[in-house]
């Protein structure tokens, strides 16, 4: 299995701030990687697929880069909405694993 | 805009089968390259890949709930379906159904469903 490992798995950020996290893969996956963005009780939803294709609707202060085995998910300008969980998963085979995410909380 | 829409107890015994359908809306099952998907979340953790399925009935499933897994699918009535047997405590979650997509990402999910295995 190919393990994802995020970190750091939790970050404090201001309104305004640009925030970055990590997603590392225990083997290169190409850029076959997804970031998702949770909040309390709602079901993940897509922001970047292919590592830096942003999912369709959703803001350009997110954005993805990597390739290989590292990939990062940087958040410009950090608006209130954006305070929430966010996840990696790998999609180099059909046996798909997720990260364990990365928390921004509020300053 | 694609939907989905999990439904199934809320409460299964120990020992017994948990069973969940997805409800596909406005829009098709069946469609060339994209696979439906069950993925969980236990309670205050990350997010575990169950198994994808395909319209034709292909599966993969995650190797470490492969022996108790299984997941198929009815065009008919733009649904799919997961099976999990022998369930315990440790498979008490969120249960969410996505669609995978062309581009190895999922979507589109369901709202999720809570289900607690209990006596």
């Known amino acids: 299995d190919i393990q994802m490992t995020q970190s750091p798995s939790s970050v404090s950020a201001s309104v305004g701030d640009t925030v970055t996290m990590t997603c590392r893969a225990s083997q290169g996956i190409s850029s076959w990687l997804a970031w998702y963005q949770q909040k309390p009780g709602k079901a993940p939803k897509l922001l970047i697929y292919?590592?830096?294709t942003l999912q369709s609707g959703v803001p350009s202060r997110f954005s993805g880069s990597g390739s290989g085995t590292d990939f990062t998910l940087t958040i410009s300008s950090l608006q209130p909405e954006d305070f929430a969980t966010y996840y990696c998963q790998q999609a180099n085979s059909f046996l798909v694993t997720f990260g364990g995410g990365t928390k921004v909380e509020i300053k | 805009q694609v939907q989905l829409h999990e439904s199934g107890p809320g409460l299964v015994k120990p020992s017994q089968t948990l069973s969940l359908t997805c409800t596909v809306s406005d829009g098709s099952i069946i469609l060339s390259g994209y696979y439906w998907t069950w993925i969980r979340q236990h309670p205050g953790k990350g997010l575990e890949w169950i198994g994808n399925?395909?319209?034709?009935?292909?599966?993969y499933y995650n190797p470490s709930l492969k022996s108790r897994v299984s997941m198929s699918v009815d065009t008919s009535k733009n649904q799919f379906s997961l099976n999990l047997n022998s369930v315990t405590a440790a498979d008490t979650a969120v249960y969410y159904c996505?669609?995978?997509?062309?581009?190895?990402?999922?979507?589109?999910w369901g709202q999720g469903t809570r289900v607690t295995v209990s006596s």
């Open positions: 996505a669609r995978y997509s062309t581009a190895w990402a999922f979507d589109y």
């Open positions: 399925i395909y319209y034709t009935g292909s599966t």
């Open positions: 292919a590592a830096s």
